[in-house]
């Protein structure tokens, strides 16, 4: 090869390589918070005998475990594009080791032909910096029952909707949960699985709240803030657009008890919990 010639293949394959070396990384400024930087709902506290309000820290996320109901009632997380990468997606749905001795472990096989997909909170998709932080999102405390088309289908395209606000360049601070009991699954109406050890939701909902990337995040959460406040039926026959069941986070703090965005200073978080999204779905 001739000098002219490999230096011309040679400045070829740098290109590519920067290419391919840019497209995964995080936006600059991008960093991995608090995931319960905005509060803890429920007043949740880790090693206590609380059996209903159980809190569980792990790196990917924090989470009030029920042990009475075999779900979380509520999971936060913190997304930016730090936590995104190519982790494929792992599958590997298996009880969690760290619930209290004594406790029941819901399974995997729980779910199976009960008509209800193993529904993530916090999303697998959220987590692909690398394969343990995508595994740590298949734990079955990480799991509420939900009816198929509103995992696949609603709820999945509200997920897809914060990814896509992440990778413009915000980062969000997201809790969801589910409350009441019953919901109608692929096999009709159920209220729990396994025996009675996991209640099925009547209502599955999030609060997104979305920041551009930046520090001090709590200090950032200003009235003109957007929070995307949703509360979706438990149902196989829900529509298929989530921009159609936003609500306020007040009707869901009265909904579950729970404060949220309890860290935001008082005068703020009353303005924005008592306002309805009105921006882009898509």
């Not at 096989?109 to 298949?138: E, I, K, L, Q």
């Not at 109406?189 to 995040?217: E, I, S």
Request: hydrophobic share 35%.
């Amino acid at each position: 090869m001739n000098y002219r010639l490999f230096r011309l293949v040679a400045s070829s394959l740098l290109l590519v390589a920067a290419a391919c070396s840019t497209d995964d990384e995080p936006t600059p400024g991008a960093s991995r918070d608090n995931n319960l930087a905005l509060g803890n709902p429920s007043g949740a506290v880790a090693k206590t005998t609380s059996a209903t309000n159980y809190l569980l820290v792990k790196k990917q996320y924090t989470l009030s475990y029920n042990r009475d109901q075999g779900k979380p009632n509520w999971v936060s997380w913190h997304l930016s594009s730090a936590w995104l990468g190519t982790a494929p997606r792992q599958d590997d749905f298996r009880a969690d080791e760290e619930l209290p001795n004594g406790w029941y472990q819901v399974q995997a096989s729980d779910y199976v032909g009960s008509g209800f997909d193993r529904g993530h909170n916090c999303p697998s998709a959220d987590r692909t910096g690398s394969v343990s932080d995508n595994s740590a999102t298949f734990l079955m405390s990480n799991m509420m029952p939900q009816a198929p088309s509103n995992n696949q289908q609603t709820w999945a395209k509200l997920e897809t909707y914060c990814r896509s606000l992440a990778e413009a360049g915000n980062e969000l601070y997201i809790i969801c949960g589910s409350y009441g009991r019953g919901g109608t699954g692929s096999n009709g109406y159920v209220t729990t699985l396994a025996g009675g050890r996991v209640t099925v939701p009547a209502t599955c909902w999030k609060v997104v709240v979305v920041l551009p990337v930046g520090t001090n995040d709590v200090s950032r959460v200003q009235r003109s803030t957007r929070v995307i406040a949703v509360a979706l039926p438990n149902s196989n026959s829900l529509s298929s657009s989530w921009g159609s069941y936003r609500t306020t986070v007040d009707a869901i703090e009265a909904a579950t008890g729970y404060d949220l965005l309890s860290a935001v200073p008082t005068s703020v978080q009353s303005a924005l919990e008592a306002k309805a999204d009105t921006g882009p779905t898509n």
